[in-house]
Nanobody, 132 residues
Framework: QLKLVESGGGLVQPGGSLRLSCTVS????????IGWFRQAPGKEREGVSC????????YYLDSVKGRFTISRDNAKSTVYLQMHNLTPEDTAVYFC?????????????????????????WGQGSQVTVST
């Protein structure tokens, strides 16, 4: 059973930065594509970013492009989400999730990575609050 644990959330002022970490245990990280999702109160969970297992291709929600960067360190079993220039609209609980993506599904991945149902394992979430 794969286990994911998020860390690095907190309170930050608008314009500030945070780095979230997602540490994986129970299996090798390199077998999984990892996505970051967020959910604000009263809103649906939305895909923010993803890094695939095959060649570390990255994907981003349009509203975070140029501000967020996803990366992975398979040796440390950790995926990072570096967030800069945060705004109050980024306030949410952030979740990381793992998907065992085979070669066939990988061809579809650019169009389906944002769908939560494509992911098999989830962390418990980390609160990010952007406020003065």
């Amino acid at each position: 059973q794969l286990k994911l644990v998020e860390s690095g959330g907190g309170l930050v002022q608008p314009g500030g930065s945070l780095r979230l970490s997602c540490t994986v245990s129970g299996d090798s990280l390199d077998k999984y594509s990892i996505g970051w999702f967020r959910q604000a109160p009263g809103k649906e969970r939305e895909g923010v970013s993803c890094i695939n297992r095959w060649d570390s291709t990255t994907y981003y929600l349009d509203s975070v492009k140029g501000r967020f960067t996803i990366s992975r360190d398979n040796a440390k079993s950790t995926v990072y989400l570096q967030m800069h220039n945060l705004t109050p609209e980024d306030t949410a609980v952030y979740f990381c999730a793992a998907a065992g993506v085979g070669e066939g599904r990988n061809r579809l991945w650019p169009t389906i990575w944002r769908n939560p149902v494509e992911y098999d394992y989830w962390g418990q979430g980390s609160q990010v609050t952007v406020s003065t």
